[in-house]
């Protein structure tokens, strides 16, 4: 059984950064793309950033030029830097690994708060 283990989360001023790691458990072949969505309370969950096998990145327009999302391959590993935070960025955020199967973390709550 492979599992995604989340960490970084917590309670953060507006302004103020955090950097959310994923880890997978055990080595997953052939890993396609990593990413991260977000859920706030009442909306639907929606892509933050990925980057596919080849290296390219996506990023939602709300949170270009303040996320930036990163890899280690070798570690089956993905980051999500996240700077000059808002409160709209409040929402648990859930790593996602695309392989033959699809994998996600367990979410970690960011609350983006004064």
């Known amino acids: 059984q492979v599992q995604l283990v989340e960490s970084g989360g917590g309670l953060v001023q507006p302004g103020g950064s955090l950097r959310l790691s994923c880890a997978a458990s055990r080595s997953i072949f052939n890993i396609k793309i990593m990413g991260w969505y977000r859920q706030a309370p009442g909306k639907q969950r929606e892509l933050v950033a990925g980057i596919v096998s080849g290296g390219s990145i996506n990023y939602a327009d709300s949170v270009k030029g303040r996320f930036t999302i990163s890899r280690d391959n070798a570690k089956n590993t993905v980051y999500l830097q996240m700077s000059s935070l808002k409160p709209e960025d409040t929402a648990v955020y859930y790593c996602?690994?695309?392989?033959?199967?699809?994998?996600w973390g367990q979410g970690t709550q960011v609350t983006v708060s004064s």
């Open positions: 996602y690994f695309r392989a033959y199967n699809d994998y």
